[in-house]
């Protein structure tokens, strides 16, 4: 099971989300997210066993292997145009994509990626937005799932039991500010993801 929290910028924020549960920590290496890091900082925050995840939006694969490299991560989560094709070859893939009411899982059935991560509309935002998604159309899919998208402490469980996925991941809506956790938003999301979830 995966509770990840994405959009670390800090220490003192992976310490307190690893502390609360937290099973991934997502770094976004996308330049115009208010939540990028470099690869020299992201390399600097330690995370204590929880796996470390790189957000990407369209980027070359070698400089995809490249960060990775310097950031000791784990796994490269794809929120581009990418298709497999452009998955980086020596690292695990979470492809992303934003689920509409139309949304077909067909699209991914050659992908080679451990996990589809479902996220909800951001209109010209690449995740961070805010915005949950119809939960019960992940319940009919094949694919490993971690859900995103407007999850909070307060509507996590019901997501769990709609969409039935292998993780959780939250950002925007356990910040006090674009990149800076709310350590108690945090804590409150992952202990109810945590009991939802059986983790």
């Given amino acids: 099971m995966i509770l990840k929290v994405c959009g670390i910028t800090t220490q003192w924020d992976a310490d307190a989300a690893i502390a609360a549960g937290a099973t991934a920590i997502g770094f976004n290496f996308y330049p115009k ?3 990028f ?12 066993g929880a796996r470390r995840v790189g957000v990407f939006v369209n980027e070359r694969p070698a400089r ?4 990775a490299r310097i950031a000791a991560l784990d796994v ?8 497999p094709g452009d998955y980086p070859g020596a690292l695990t893939v979470w492809k992303a994509a934003r689920v509409t009411p139309n949304f077909d899982f067909a699209q991914y059935d050659e992908s080679p990626a451990e996990a589809l991560l479902l996220d909800g509309p951001a209109a010209e935002l690449y995740g961070g937005a805010g915005h949950t998604f119809d939960w019960t159309l992940a319940a009919a899919s094949s694919h ?4 995103a998208g407007g999850l909070d402490a ?15 991941d939250s950002c925007s809506r356990i910040e006090s500010a674009p990149g800076k956790k709310d350590i108690q938003k945090m804590t409150d999301f ?5 009991a939802a979830l059986g983790a």
Avoid: C, F, M, Y
């Fill in 33 to 35: 997210s208010p939540r």
């Fill in 190 to 194: 992952l202990h109810a993801a945590k």
């Fill in 76 to 83: 490269a989560q794809l929120h581009g145009d990418e298709g």
């Fill in 37 to 48: 890091v470099t690869p020299e900082i992201a390399a600097a925050i330690t995370t204590k």
């Fill in 144 to 147: 490993r799932i971690i859900v």
């Fill in 64 to 67: 995809v292997e490249e960060i």
């Fill in 154 to 168: 307060s509507n996590v469980a019901r997501a769990v039991e709609l969409a039935h996925p292998w993780g959780v």
